[in-house]
C-alpha cells in the first residue's frame, strides 16, 4: 500500500507557492494560468504548466504534464509516495490520470465548479470502486489561484475591448 | 457545433478492425491489448496502443496516445468533426481526454467493469452538465477484443506456471 506523505504547514504552503510560480509562468505565455508540482521525499521531482494552447494539445494539462515528469524522474508509471499541488482543482481527465499513476495524496487551491472532477462535478479520487483511492485536501491557498485566474481573463475582456 | 460523423456498418467494422490490430501489436510487446485509432473525413489520422509498461507512463493509454497524434496531425486541440475507435472500454482518465478534445463520437468494444468511465462505473461522455457530449456506441465486436484480452492474460498464468 502507497503511503500518504505528510507535511507540516509550512511545507504545503511551500510547495503550493510553486505550483502558483507554474500557473503564473502559464498566464505569462497567454495560457489559462495553472499550475502543479509533484513531491517525491519532500523534494519536487516535477513542475508543469498548462501549455494547451501552445502546443495545441487537449491532453496539455499542468497535472497530465507533471504526472508525466514525475513517471519519468522516478522511472515508474507508479508515483507512490508522492504528493501532487496543483492550483486549481483537477479536471476528469487529470483526476483519472491522478488515479492511474497511484498518485496517494492531491493539494489543490480554487474550486472548479463546472469542471472539476475532484469535488465539483464528481469525487473521482474518493470512490471506493476504484482499486486506488487519494487523499485530497482542497482549498489551499485557493484565493490567489482565484484571483491569478480571475486576473488572466479580465486582461482578455480588456483586451477584446480595445481591438 | 462539432459534426457528429456517420459511418456505414462497413466502415465502422473496418475502422475497429484496425483498432483490434493496434490492440494485437500491443500484446505482442507484452503490453495489456488495447488499441486505438481516430477517423476524420473518414481517413484514420492516428493510431495508437497502450504501452504503459515499455514507456513506464501512467498516461500511456491507447486513447490518450491517439489524441494526442491527431492533435497533431490536425494542428488543433479541437477534434471536431472525427471520430474514436476503440477496443474497450475507456477509464476515467481517457473519457476526460476524449471531453477536453471535443471528440464528438465514440466507438467502443467491450465494457470494462472495474475501470469504465464511459459505461460500466460513470457515464461521463454524456453529462449535460459539462460543455461537450458524445455520442456512444458500444460494443462494436466486443468479443474480438474480449477474446485478445483473455488471451493476453491466460499466457500470462500460463507463463508464470511454467516458471
Redesign the interface.
Known sequence: MAKVPTFSEQQIDYFMQEALNEAKLAGSEGEVPIGAVIVFENQIIARAHNH??R???????AE?IA??RA??AL?????EDTALFVTLEP???????I????VPAVYYGAQDA??G?TQS??Q?LE?E???HRVAVQAGVRAEESTKILQQFFADIRAKRKQN
Not at 479536471?91 to 483519472?96: H, L, N, P, Q, S
Open positions: 494547451r494552447e502546443d495545441q494539445l487537449a491532453t496539455a494539462h497530465l504526472i508525466e513517471n519519468q522511472k515508474s508509471w507508479r508515483l479536471c476528469i481527465m487529470c483526476a483519472g490520470a488515479i492511474n499513476a497511484r463546472k469542471g472532477g462535478l464528481y473521482l470512490d470502486r476504484l482499486n
